[in-house]
């Protein structure tokens, strides 16, 4: 029996040679999954100026025109301004707001207003997508629904419910 060699731990030229390919299938499957995270990084380095909200509901309508139902379309998320086709968004511009505004209205933004930096207004749920690639956006977030409880009309008071005193 031959007495293994210093260095190569005791194991025999064929699982030397196993352990060598193996080691290289490895090495080469970690550098695909880089290349592979690096194009996603890219990805997902446009989609985060759209926020999540956004993306979710674009996704939710897409599957709503594809089934071609005949109700109208309510997204299930209920805090989300949506009517006829359109979501009131809130948009930050990268610059110039009236830069933002153009390239909002040219994919279909109604109702435009802008102030400093923020432009808001109505924009097809469709356009959504191609919101990533407008140089002249940094950040849009839908324009939620502001809910209250109880009164909160201007010049009423509320006061909690009043019991009468006992007399004794």
Do not use: W
């Not at 690096?38 to 979710?56: H, P, Y």
């Not at 996704?59 to 805090?79: C, H, M, W």
């Not at 968004?89 to 153009?102: E, F, M, N, T």
């Amino acid at each position: 029996m031959k007495e293994p060699r210093l260095g190569d731990g005791g194991k025999s030229a064929s699982t030397r040679r196993i352990l060598a390919l193996a080691g290289g299938s490895i090495i080469a499957v970690v550098i695909l999954a880089g290349g592979c995270a690096l194009a996603g990084a890219s990805k997902d380095k446009e989609m985060t100026k759209i926020s999540r909200d956004l993306v979710a509901l674009y996704d939710e309508y897409v599957l709503y025109q594809q089934k071609r139902e005949g109700a109208a379309f309510t997204p299930s998320n209920s805090i989300l301004r949506v009517s006829e086709g359109h979501v009131m968004i809130d948009a930050v511009a990268s610059g110039d707001a009236d830069a933002l505004r153009a390239d909002l209205e040219a994919l279909g933004l109604l109702q435009a207003a802008a102030f400093g930096r923020m432009v808001s207004g109505r924009l097809p749920i469709e356009a959504i997508d191609d919101l990533a690639a407008l140089a002249s956006l940094q950040f849009v977030r839908p324009a939620y629904a502001q809910t209250h409880s109880g009164s909160r009309r201007p010049g009423v008071l509320q006061r909690p419910a009043v019991r009468p005193l006992d007399k004794k």
